[in-house]
């Protein structure tokens, strides 16, 4: 830029300044503020000498002459966050700065239960990364990605006795609401990723109706319904609309304050008496693309992952395979994706998933066909390209099958199952039962004189799924007396033998032998069969 000249009788000037420039500036400076001050009586020779055009650019020029260079600050290198813990406690934006009696009794619960959270912390340690980035994306408070730890415990298998599950614990409505399939092969309210969005996109839309996080939890938690009429009562009789002044039921009135609680435990874990195990902040899984039907034993050794670990990472599949319906993805170790990408593009669609030939024999039915290679009817009609459900004696089915035993897939539907099933019950015998037309969890637990929520849990199931036939059942029965002793025998049916007389001779009754032998059928029995018992040894026979 050209620089203005300095006043007469001075040399013109450009470039770098003298060092006579400040005494210089100073005294334009002092001439300047001089004329500002003049008043109009000034002299006509004075006013004319005092506006010449350049008495004011010096000024300008001089001001801009002298100011010191600009410093150039210097660059800091961003602050790396390597744990999980610390970057969602940037994240909590919800008052956790409030005090409650109920607050409180939820913080006093966590300090008697330190060891929680390093159960917590390792539970949550493949998931959590993948739910705070959820949330971040969506600009809503941390604290939000710790509900996993108040609804399941991070167990991505819990399922409650109201008919809940997966990490966040969503009813079979609202799942289905949300988008998340529910069908014999898959249960979209366990896989990590759908639900995870689902809760998200849920949540938000809460927020939106209550205009207030407190209130969104709560209507998570009961439905909100539940809390727009306690909104509304409270309203009618003039009292705070406030969540700690709604009345709720008592799950819902604790479990706010146990989000509030941990969101300060997380805040300030020594405050506490906390330690919380460091989680690395980075993604621990990815998901990879299957384009269709693979066994999972099969997936664990293309992708060089433990099958549990694949199960507990794909918690939504029920059974051997991916659902032949999709969806057709599965989430392994960040660390494997690519291997197992380059795996499975070498391996041809057709060995994905193993396959028998089956002739249909006289009674058969598809229903019957599926439920013997434990699969549905609808995958039989679609692999056979079948139009309807008849099939004829003699005709050849494709059957996709397990590629090893149904005990090698540990964490499917039916081994969690039967694994909860096997899990004894102190003080009591098992009973295997099967449902027969018109029973239901009230009759059957009325005839075994047991709970119906514990019947229902003892079997993995809420009381309000429906019963099919021929579905079994555990019954832990009571013992008859404090001091019984119940032992299983097995008993091989003698010639002559009745099960009247079988029952006489060990103290039980006929009904009771055929509850523990569900497979016995007609009333009669075979010499060389064997016949199951729970007998009490302390009885004198």
Same mark, same amino acid.
């Given at each position: 830029m050209t620089k203005a000249p300095y006043l007469t009788g001075q040399r013109f000037t450009f470039g770098p300044p003298r060092r006579t420039l400040p005494t210089l500036a100073l005294s334009l400076f002092l001439t300047g503020c001089q004329l500002v001050s003049n008043s109009p009586s000034s002299s006509a020779s004075t006013v004319k000498k005092e506006t010449r055009p350049i008495v004011e650019k &010096?000024?300008?020029?001089?001001?801009? #002459?002298?100011?010191?260079?600009?410093?150039?600050?210097?660059?800091?290198? &961003?602050?790396?966050?390597?744990?999980?813990?610390?970057?969602?406690q940037s994240g909590l934006a919800m008052d956790l700065d409030q005090n409650n009696p109920r607050i409180q009794a939820e913080l006093n619960w966590y300090k008697r239960h330190k060891s929680y959270f390093s159960q917590i912390s390792k539970r949550s340690e493949p998931y959590l990364y993948f739910i705070v980035k959820e949330a971040e994306a969506r600009n809503v408070p941390l604290e939000l990605a710790l509900m996993p730890i108040v609804e399941s415990s991070f167990d991505p298998f819990a399922y409650s006795h109201a008919g809940a599950s997966g990490l966040w614990q969503f009813m079979p409505a609202t799942g289905k609401h949300y988008g998340l399939h529910q069908n014999w092969w898959y249960d979209g309210r366990r896989d990590v990723v759908h639900s995870t969005r689902?809760?998200?996109?849920?949540?938000?839309?809460?927020?939106?109706?209550?205009?207030?996080?407190?209130?969104?939890? *709560?209507?998570?938690?009961?439905?909100?319904?539940?809390?727009?009429? *306690?909104?509304?009562?409270?309203?009618?009789?003039?009292?705070?609309?406030?969540?700690?002044?709604?009345?709720? &039921?008592r799950e819902t009135t604790a479990y706010v304050p146990k989000l509030i609680a941990l969101g300060k435990v997380v805040r300030n874990p020594s405050k506490h008496g906390v330690q919380l195990?460091?989680?690395?902040?980075?993604?621990?899984? *990815?998901?990879?693309?299957?384009?269709g039907q693979l066994d999972?034993?099969? *997936?664990?050794?293309?992708s060089g992952?433990?099958?549990?670990?694949?199960?507990?990472?794909?918690?939504?599949?029920?059974?051997?395979?991916?659902?032949?319906?999709g969806p057709h993805h599965l989430v392994v170790p960040v660390t494997h994706a690519e291997h197992f990408r380059t795996q499975l593009a070498n391996l041809p669609p057709e060995k994905r998933v193993k396959w028998d030939r089956y002739t249909v024999s006289t009674g058969d039915t598809l229903s019957t066909i599926a439920m013997k290679y434990q699969t549905s009817v609808n995958v039989i009609t679609e692999a056979n390209k079948l139009s309807g459900t008849i099939i004829r004696i003699g005709q050849g089915l494709m059957i996709p099958v397990a590629a090893k035993t149904a005990e090698s897939y540990t964490l499917s539907a039916s081994q969690r199952l039967a694994a909860k099933q096997d899990r004894s019950v102190n003080g009591r015998y098992?009973?295997?039962?099967?449902?027969?037309?018109?029973?239901?969890?009230?009759?059957?637990?009325?005839?075994?004189? #047991?709970? #119906?929520?514990?019947?229902?849990?003892?079997?993995?199931?809420?009381?309000?799924?429906?019963?099919?036939?021929?579905?079994?059942?555990?019954?832990w029965k009571k013992q008859d007396s404090q001091n019984a002793v119940v032992r299983k025998v097995h008993y091989k049916v003698r010639s002559g033998d009745s099960l009247a007389k079988i029952a006489s001779k060990f103290n039980v009754n006929v009904a009771q032998i055929r509850d523990w032998n569900s497979d016995m059928s007609g009333k009669f029995i075979h010499p060389g069969q064997q #016949?199951?018992?729970?007998?009490?040894v302390t009885r004198s026979f």
């Open positions: &010096p000024s300008v020029e001089k001001a801009e #002459v002298t100011t010191p260079e600009k410093i150039t600050p210097e660059k800091k290198e &961003p602050v790396v966050i390597d744990d999980l813990w610390v970057r969602i689902a809760a998200l996109d849920y949540m938000q839309t809460l927020y939106n109706r209550f205009g207030d996080w407190e209130l969104a939890l *709560a209507a998570f938690n009961s439905g909100p319904g539940r809390v727009q009429r *306690a909104v509304r009562k409270n309203k009618k009789l003039g009292k705070s609309t406030r969540f700690w002044a709604l009345d709720l &039921p195990n460091k989680i690395p902040n980075k993604p621990y899984f *990815a998901k990879v693309d299957t384009s999972m034993a099969k *997936a664990a050794k293309l992952v433990e099958l549990e670990e694949l199960y507990r990472l794909n918690p939504g599949l029920n059974r051997w395979s991916t659902p032949p319906e098992k009973v295997e039962y099967l449902v027969k037309s018109g029973d239901s969890f009230w009759t059957i637990a009325q005839k075994y004189e #047991v709970g #119906v929520n514990e019947l229902a849990r003892w079997n993995n199931m809420s009381p309000k799924d429906t019963l099919r036939i021929n579905q079994k059942l555990v019954v #016949v199951t018992l729970f007998v009490n």
